[in-house]
């Protein structure tokens, strides 16, 4: 009896399933690299050694091969520079430092070898240093957000090569010199939506940004100058567009407007000529803006225009009708 009892414990042993750890060690050894490079923060107090990584906070593991393929660090007290051992992370698809104001120093040029990144935000913390060209490499990449940091410099040429790119965020920053000409000729299926806003970005937008078709541009409060007339268009299909507080300057009367317009904010520039009767038309326009420019004449009765107030048209040369003061 007792040999027959110990042939089923066998016998059962060889049938349970081997349990092992799932993180692979050396992405264990990297993340514990990076916790000791930010001084061990309590954000990151379940990184403990030999413990499953794959369950610790701010990872995610890939399902198939249990490596780790995401690392968001979000709204965590931390001081430090970004360190440089997220880029021995090579199945990484997301990189997310974001609202940490301790956060310093350049962006780290190890990111670049991770060559499988889609998602990358940077953002809300003080990084400084250019905006890395390194990014143009990184052909896997869909979101890339920069914004609410202290970088300077210009705006580098190449990521408009990035293929898949569905948003490029780079507002909130110091960057000056011009729109790059080559944003009027990106590689991907569909342009990015462009948010460069709150910068120091001058010159002319340049013409080749009229040959493709944007869904979302923010080039408000810089110093861009000029005529953007050739934005717009019955064929285009843009959906917002805010271009205040610049100094564009050209005449509005007949500009044509997709259908698919939504948001058009011209506030603060040296805008001349009259409203277009053509925004009459425009069913999903929610908001308007055009106070504070040079425009003259009978605001268009119709459409949406009547639903906005007096603080959307105010401060023109001698702009009148609902909802300004009868002609």
């Known amino acids: ?20 750890k799932r993180c692979n060690p050396e992405d264990e050894k990297v993340l514990l690299q990076i916790k000791l490079a930010l001084d061990n923060p309590y954000h990151l107090a379940s990184w403990i050694p030999d413990t499953e990584c794959c ?36 199945f990484l698809d997301k990189l997310i430092f974001r609202h940490i104001t301790n956060i310093t120093g350049e962006i780290p040029s190890a990111i670049a070898k991770l060559s499988k990144l889609r998602m990358v935000r940077l953002s809300w913390t003080n990084l ?12 896997t990449l869909t979101y890339l957000d920069l914004s609410f940091n202290q970088l300077t410099g210009s705006i580098p040429p190449s990521l408009s090569l990035l293929p898949n790119l569905g948003a490029l965020h780079l507002d909130r920053n110091r960057l000056t010199g011009t729109i790059p000409e080559s944003f009027g000729a990106f590689t991907g299926l569909s342009p990015p939506d462009l948010f460069l806003s709150h910068n120091q970005l001058s010159g002319p937008v340049p013409k080749s940004l009229g040959n493709i078709n944007f869904s979302t541009i923010d080039f ?52 001349k000529g009259s409203v277009p009767v053509g925004l009459t038309t425009l069913e999903n326009l929610q908001q308007f803006n055009v106070s504070y420019n040079r425009l003259c ?19 023109n040369r001698c702009l009148c009708g609902a909802p300004l003061p009868a002609c």
């Open 1 to 20: 009896m007792k040999v027959f009892i110990i042939f089923l414990f066998y016998f059962f042993s060889l049938s349970l399933p081997s349990y092992s």
């Open 55 to 90: 369950n610790w906070y701010c990872v995610d593991c890939d399902p198939i091969n249990n490596r780790i393929n995401a690392l968001t660090i979000f709204q965590a007290n931390i001081s430090g520079q970004i360190p440089a051992a997220v880029g021995d992370l090579p």
């Open 128 to 139: 400084t240093g250019p905006v890395p060209s390194f990014f143009s490499k990184l052909t």
């Open 220 to 271: 408000s409060r810089n110093r861009l100058a000029g005529d953007i007339s050739f934005l717009f268009g019955k064929a285009k299909t843009l959906q917002g567009a805010d271009f205040s507080r610049n100094l564009f300057e050209f005449d509005i009367s007949k500009l044509e407007f997709p259908e698919t317009l939504s948001v058009l904010d011209l506030n603060h520039n040296i805008l």
């Open 297 to 315: 004449g009978q605001i268009p009765v119709g459409g949406k225009l009547q639903s906005f107030t007096y603080a959307e048209y105010f401060h």
